[in-house]
């Protein structure tokens, strides 16, 4: 395109109208063409005559800049902290895999699920994992409207500002047939070159360097101002997406091309696959090449390329059955066991700690290792004074792999477990099931409520970003509140603001702590500034506001902040699913002590095992938690679990499933039960619902038919789902 001639103090509203519209496509095309194809066709200086024609014609008709104006790439106000953005579709993690036999697993495990025999093509993608920051960006009829983080999965947060500030991301989708909405999932990243660059200019400033390209991309991405991030060389990938209102292909390969018709950065390196082959080929030769991509990556995603596949294979709590992450081999480094420490989990769980002479593996320095338990301790043969192999697993937790017994010193000791907790001193027991004999792998403080490593640990947890998600509630403070006396139960939380003048001393007291030690780390006398108290109030006040704001939290958040035994994330929910309320659950659970009726129907639940049931019921049946119980729900509301409204069919409906089906696997059957609401019970009860009968069903449907339950036929049960659409 040639730039207008008409100077721009003789446009009419029209023409400037128009003339903006030409600009911003002009320009995103000419930073596809620069920033993702690396093939300019204009130079630097015919660039900047266009963005300063854009600019002009802004600043004389202010109210008609576009949402796509590329003066929006640099120009919003710093923020005061960034908002919320709930994602319209889950931004999910994906399960890992470590060697061909986990990519055998994976695609046996879909041809299984799918129902498909090993002569029927199953294709799939294989793309870089790119180590960065996951992002969204939300385009509604082809403009740029928001951008967010991935957050904890289901809330992100909102920096759309920043995200409009990289280049390589258009503000409008290139040409007329993009989706009426669509949130285009992919990574944020640093290339090596612009990490090297970044380091160089904080060294000039005097800051300190950033430690990887991951870190750096994040304190990036996060910043307030947008024109921090500006300065920053960010770039992006597009590889996938989240709410679509229509596709324009049906398989992962074709909306790939389609976002690059677009104008959206794929990564080049992306395959399409037939085989497990043809797949491993690609992880071998990225991985040859993994130095040579002048970016991080950790890894290769594989995908089912069908999207109809991918939406019958649905989604696990956490991740999609239809694709795998097949991550490369850590990287190792050798170093030396200078001590052994041991910490106490917010469970009473002992775990021991290998202090290390720090060692960089894989860009990060590491001090710290993990050796698990006193087995491992024992197999391993770990002494203090040994030299190690160590390797951050899965490229994030420090591990050793091996001691170089070569290299042992004569006065090596070996490392005595205590039985004791080394916090409270109480009595630290291997727990030995009952059933089966075997003894737990961890030691365990019997303390309880007692021990304040416990204490500390589980307010922790019950403040952390999936349970309550008190925002000024990290570790150091609540620790401080912890020892000032302020907070010892989860209660006293919510009581913290008719204690102000208290939580004022506290928060005062540890300022003053910091201060001194940073005048005897540098020598220097300290400075009382009002600015600092100021500040000290400033951040009670916005404590203050964060716990208000919680006040009110879902049922199987609560159920998870709780802290118990084996619920995760996952089986909170799952208990939520069936209880609905924390009443029910709580009078469930108490019931279930007699281990009669109510521990059978916890057991019925599909998913619950003895040693989950176990553990919930012993949490409850423990006074002292009832205590902190009934205390907390006095300051707090509980949202009842309440499924989708759009799930209506099946939703809160118990299900029990028997006999061999004949048009899908038992799993994806029960798969699809649940992503609409239903819960599926692993035994008929008076409170089942349904009972869908497959071939050859046996005792379940006699059983049903015994109490009345309906039951329905494979073609029934596809009818309700609308699986037979």
């Not at 995760?568 to 924390?582: I, K, P, T, V």
Request: proline share 5%; glycine share 6%.
């Amino acid at each position: 395109m040639s730039e207008s001639r008409v100077p721009v103090r003789q446009l009419n509203e029209a023409e400037a109208k128009a003339e903006l519209a030409r600009l911003a496509s002009e320009i995103n095309a000419h930073n596809i063409r620069y920033y993702q194809q690396d093939a300019p066709v204009i130079s630097d200086a015919e660039y900047d005559n266009l963005m300063e024609r854009n600019a002009a014609i802004e600043a004389r008709f202010p109210h008609l800049q576009r949402l796509d104006s590329p003066a929006r790439r640099v120009g919003a106000p710093p923020l005061e902290s960034f908002g919320k953005i709930t994602h319209a579709r889950p931004m999910l993690s994906l399960d890992n895999a470590f060697s061909p036999a986990d990519i055998e697993d994976f695609c046996s495990s879909a041809r299984r699920f799918l129902r498909l025999d090993e002569e029927t093509a199953l294709d799939f993608t294989a793309e870089p994992k790119i180590d960065g920051v996951s992002a969204t960006l939300r385009y509604e009829n082809g403009v740029l409207v928001s951008g967010a983080t991935r957050g904890d999965g289901l809330v992100g947060e909102d920096v759309t500002n920043n995200l409009r500030t990289l280049r390589g991301i258009p503000l409008a989708l290139a040409g007329d047939d993009a989706p009426r909405v669509i949130d285009v999932r992919g990574e944020v990243y640093l290339s090596h070159q612009a990490f090297t660059e970044l380091n160089r200019r904080q060294e000039e400033e005097g800051k300190p360097p950033f430690m990887n390209p991951r870190n750096a991309a994040a304190g990036s991405l996060r910043q307030l101002d947008p024109a921090i991030t500006a300065g920053r060389p960010l770039q992006f990938f597009a590889y996938g997406w989240g709410e679509i209102s229509e596709y324009p292909a049906d398989t992962q390969s074709g909306m790939m091309a389609r976002f690059q018709e677009w104008g959206l950065p794929v990564n080049p390196e992306m395959r399409h696959c037939k085989s497990i082959a043809e797949m491993l080929a690609v992880y071998n030769s990225l991985q040859e090449r993994r130095a040579m991509l002048g970016y991080d990556i950790d890894g290769v995603v594989y995908k089912v390329d069908r999207l109809d596949l991918q939406e019958r294979l649905g989604f696990r709590a956490r991740s999609p059955r239809w694709a795998v992450a097949h991550k490369f081999p850590a990287e190792l480094a050798e170093t030396v066991v200078e001590d052994i420490d041991i910490q106490v989990g917010r469970t009473g769980a002992l775990t021991p700690v290998a202090k290390l002479r720090p060692v960089t593996v894989g860009g990060v320095v590491v001090s710290n290792a993990t050796l698990h338990n006193e087995d491992e301790i024992r197999r391993k043969d770990v002494r203090i004074g040994d030299t190690v192999i160590v390797r951050r697993a899965g490229d994030v937790i420090p591990q050793i792999v091996d001691v170089v017994m070569g290299k042992r010193p004569d006065d090596s000791r070996e490392f005595a477990f205590p039985t004791a907790c080394p916090v409270c001193g109480s009595h630290a027991v291997r727990e030995r099931d009952a059933r089966s004999g075997k003894e737990d792998a961890a030691r365990r403080c019997t303390g309880g409520l007692v021990c304040p490593a416990q204490a500390v640990e589980r307010l922790r947890h019950f403040v952390s970003r999936n349970a309550f998600d008190i925002e000024g509630l990290g570790e150091q403070n609540v620790q401080l509140l912890y020892e000032e006396g302020l907070v010892r139960t989860p209660a006293d939380i919510f009581t913290l603001k008719d204690r102000r003048e208290d939580l004022k001393q506290a928060f005062l007291r540890q300022r003053e702590a910091h201060a001194q030690a940073r005048q005897e780390k540098t020598g220097r006398q300290p400075q009382k500034k009002l600015a600092e108290s100021e500040r000290a109030f400033k951040s009670i006040d916005n404590l203050l506001a964060a716990i208000e704001a919680r006040r009110t939290i879902d049922l199987e958040r609560l159920i998870y902040a709780l802290g118990m035994r084996h619920v995760g994330e996952n089986n909170a929910r799952l208990l939520a699913q069936n209880y609905h309320s924390f009443g029910k659950f709580q009078e469930a659970m108490l019931a279930a002590k007699a281990r009669e009726t109510a521990y059978q129907e916890l057991l019925a639940i599909d998913g619950v095992g003895e040693t989950l049931a176990d553990s919930v019921v012993e949490f409850f049946a423990e006074p002292h938690n009832d205590t902190a119980m009934d205390a907390l729900l006095k300051q707090i509301d509980v949202r009842e679990f309440t499924a989708p409204a759009s799930l209506s069919p099946l939703a809160g409906k118990t299900l029990v499933f028997t006999g061999g089906m004949e048009k899908m696997s038992r799993d994806e059957a029960k798969a699809r039960a649940q992503s609409l609401g239903a819960k599926v019970a692993g035994s008929v009860s008076s409170k089942t619902d349904y009972v869908i009968a497959g071939a050859d069903a046996g005792s379940k449907l006699k059983k049903a038919r015994e109490l009345g339950i309906k039951v329905l036929e494979e073609d029934e049960w596809l009818a309700i789902t609308g699986l037979n659409d």
